[in-house]
């Protein structure tokens, strides 16, 4: 059998693929390196001020994130 082209593949397809053959390790990286067009974008902090911005908005996000079990 001969995989697809994963590269050719859209976003869903890709994971739809991923979720019927997941021990399919190349899909599962490609799908991965896609990452989530949807996802939030942050600037690399430039001057201190960021710094301390981008270190408050990881703060927020990590007190927000439920307990590992």
Known sequence: MTKPDFTKMS???LRAYVLA???DD???EVLINLGNPDSQKY???QTEEDFR???EILK???SNRPEAV
Do not use: D
């Open 21 to 23: 053959h997941r021990e």
């Open 26 to 28: 190349e899909a599962i």
């Open 11 to 13: 976003r869903q397809e």
């Open 60 to 62: 927020r996000k990590l």
């Open 43 to 45: 600037p690399f902090p």
């Open 53 to 55: 911005e981008m270190e």
